[in-house]
């Protein structure tokens, strides 16, 4: 590059030697500037290229059969699925592996099991090839089980009362999560019960994408907000008469929280009980099955 860029400068104070000096510095500096713009749009092309690049080796690379035991054990679903989809699931996990950092809190050691589990579970809904693999998202917390944390609730006016509340999990928009390994064992053996914190709080970072946890993901196409608004608005408003009645639901009760806590909660019910799901709630059901790509009746 060096070696080139003198060739240019000597050509151009040859072609302008009967100049001024000045006006040949000056087309000097203009090539430099132009050479610095084209650097910056190959960087800018070429970065991305190069991501891709190494994602797709890292899909490809083996995995190992130690790994294939620890999901056979912790992820109920997983010797059910098709081979296409065991690949790609394989692929997705030595993806995120990759690219996430795990942190152990509460004097937890992290292990293969912790975070391939984690891993797992996450990668289930990133199986629609949307291309991203929760962008935002750098660090998963992981404690020993249950944690305490201090939170800060407005009262009226000015006044704000703190309180400790206990969590098991919890997704920031900015970079987290938080996951509590106690709960996640817990979630591998009741995989039919609707309630799985790994699912929860990944759908919360699909939902955080855009920078609003309003219950909305990025969709594919423009169209899809439409359907996607007046179904998911119908099925809210039924979930709050449900609870507020005291009746039966298919759904966690949590997800009458906010329309946020309501799309995390029919994600993991759309995986754990698909069969209910699809019989009360059916076109939630589509809809769900249109975002994920997927179809969870076929693992049961």
């Known amino acids: 590059m060096e070696a080139h860029l003198?060739?240019?400068?000597?050509?151009?104070?040859l072609a302008n030697s009967d100049r001024p000096s000045h006006n040949v510095s000056c087309m000097v500096k203009t090539v430099l500037f132009l050479l610095a713009i084209l650097l910056i749009i190959?960087?800018?092309?070429?970065?991305?290229?190069?991501?891709?690049?190494?994602?797709?080796?890292?899909?490809?690379?083996?995995?190992?059969?130690?790994?294939?035991?620890i999901l056979e054990r912790n992820l109920p679903i997983y010797k059910r699925l098709t081979?296409?989809?065991?690949?790609?699931?394989?692929?997705?996990?030595?993806v995120f592996l990759a690219e996430k950092q795990f942190i152990g809190?509460?004097?937890?050691?992290?292990?293969?099991?912790?975070?391939?589990?984690?891993?797992?579970?996450?990668?289930?809904?990133l199986l629609n090839e949307r291309g991203e693999y929760y962008p935002k998202l750098s660090s998963i917390l992981v404690y020993p089980s249950a944690y305490r944390v201090k939170e800060t609730k407005p009262v009226?006016?000015?006044?704000?009362?703190?309180?400790?509340?206990?969590?098991?999990?919890?997704?920031?928009?900015?970079?987290?999560?938080?996951?509590?390994?106690?709960?996640?064992?817990?979630d591998a053996t009741n995989w039919s019960d609707g309630r799985n914190v790994i699912l929860h709080e990944f759908a919360h970072q699909l939902d955080q994408e855009d920078g609003r946890a309003d219950g909305v993901p990025i969709l594919e196409v423009r169209s899809?907000?439409?359907s996607w608004a007046r179904v998911f608005k119908k099925e809210y408003q039924r979930l709050l008469r449900d609870v507020e009645r005291g009746q039966k639901t298919v759904m966690e009760r949590y997800g009458a929280t906010d329309p946020a806590e309501f799309f995390a909660v029919a994600t993991e019910t759309f995986f754990e009980k698909p069969l209910l799901l699809k019989r009360k709630h059916p076109e939630l059901y589509r809809e769900l099955k249109r975002y994920y790509k997927l179809e969870p009746l076929e693992w049961i």
């Open 156 to 186: 009226g006016g000015y006044v704000v009362q703190e309180r400790t509340v206990v969590r098991i999990g919890e997704s920031w928009a900015r970079d987290q999560v938080v996951l509590s390994w106690e709960d996640i064992k817990r």
């Open 105 to 125: 809190c509460g004097g937890l050691r992290l292990t293969d099991e912790i975070k391939l589990t984690i891993a797992a579970v996450a990668c289930l809904l």
């Open 42 to 69: 190959a960087l800018i092309w070429g970065i991305p290229a190069l991501g891709e690049a190494r994602r797709s080796r890292l899909k490809n690379q083996p995995f190992p059969r130690h790994w294939v035991i």
């Open 6 to 13: 003198a060739g240019i400068v000597e050509f151009l104070e």
């Open 83 to 94: 081979e296409s989809l065991s690949r790609r699931l394989h692929g997705h996990i030595n």
């Open 224 to 226: 899809d907000y439409l």
